[in-house]
């Protein structure tokens, strides 16, 4: 089997289908416009750069659509990115597909459900457990589809639910740890803290914002569907508030996109854990990608960083 990009290395030569992920105009100190596209294969994604476009490679271009890429894998200020040699549109007798290049979740979609159903299941306080079992299975078709970002951790297919099921599994152990963690509120504020991101992202395929998700944002979104569901099934009380808290606070800082700093111990472990499953879903993916003794591409949300592989076992 053909290696993806992922498995490339700084000065290997490139002869692959890719689907443009995004695809952004600019315009080059000549005057003349330019192509940035992230071109993705199932292994991973690299930028590179088209010089000099018409109007019509614009539209060829574009998102979504499948290329034939030859080219050279160069390292631009600590990040892999392809020079292009030659680039031409898949023609139907290529026989590539959309789907030949999503990275999807190691987890099946079933396996997902069930974990998630049965931790909803152990939920004792009947209130919240309705509201987490009647937004899920309202929403879980998109849930189980989309990405948990557009970028940085998770951003591929079925990442949301995966991103979930980590969480949950850290949320478990915390609990265990210390037994004073409400598991309900916790457990609850784990499946629907991103919930609103079927709402905010555009779908699995050249992920972008929504018009709503530029507007809203997908915390103020869920917010707001917790509020209208408690209406819908008569459900009063303090959990709704506190639900809704735990979706509020969640970022943990304002700077981080917070409306408010988390202030119930559930809803700082929520924001610490979903911290921890982000961190470590971007740098295992960075890693993977490393060879021991080397270090991996500058790693934008961590600080711009670059981490070393150790060649101890």
Do not use: C
């Amino acid at each position: 089997m053909a290696k993806g990009i992922g498995q490339h290395e700084v000065g290997e030569q490139v002869d692959l289908y890719f689907l443009i992920k995004s695809s952004t105009r600019g315009i080059a100190s000549n005057g003349k416009p330019f192509l940035t596209v992230i071109l993705q294969d199932k292994t991973g994604d690299i930028e590179a750069k088209l010089w000099d476009v018409s109007p019509e490679d614009e539209e060829t271009y574009a998102a979504e659509k499948i290329v034939k890429v030859a080219g050279e894998v160069m390292n631009y200020r600590g990040r892999n990115q392809l020079k292009v040699r030659n680039i031409r549109p898949a023609q139907p007798q290529d026989g590539v597909r959309v789907s030949d290049f999503l990275e999807v979740a190691p987890l099946s979609r079933e396996e997902m459900v069930e974990y998630i159903t049965q931790s909803i299941f152990e939920m004792k306080n009947s209130n919240i457990q309705r509201l987490t079992r009647h937004l899920l299975n309202k929403y879980q078709s998109e849930f189980l589809e989309y990405p948990a970002a557009t970028k940085n951790h998770h951003e591929f297919v079925s990442g949301l639910a995966y991103h979930v099921v980590s969480m949950l599994k850290l949320a478990k152990t915390f609990a265990d740890l210390y037994p004073s963690l409400n598991r309900d509120l916790l457990y609850s504020g784990v499946i629907l803290h991103d919930l609103g991101k079927v709402f905010e992202l555009s779908g699995p395929v050249s992920t972008t914002y929504t018009v709503e998700g530029n507007l809203l944002g997908h915390i103020s979104i869920m917010v707001n569907e917790i509020g209208k569901t408690a209406e819908e099934l008569g459900i009063e009380g303090e959990e709704v508030m506190l639900l809704q808290h735990m979706v509020l606070s969640h970022h943990g800082k304002e700077e981080w996109g917070s409306p408010k700093k988390p202030l119930i111990k559930e809803a700082e472990m929520l924001h610490l854990i979903d911290n921890v499953d982000a961190k470590m879903n971007m740098l295992d993916r960075a890693l993977d990608k490393t060879k021991p003794g080397e270090f991996t591409e500058r790693i934008f949300a961590l600080d711009n960083r670059s981490f070393y592989k150790p060649t101890v076992e």
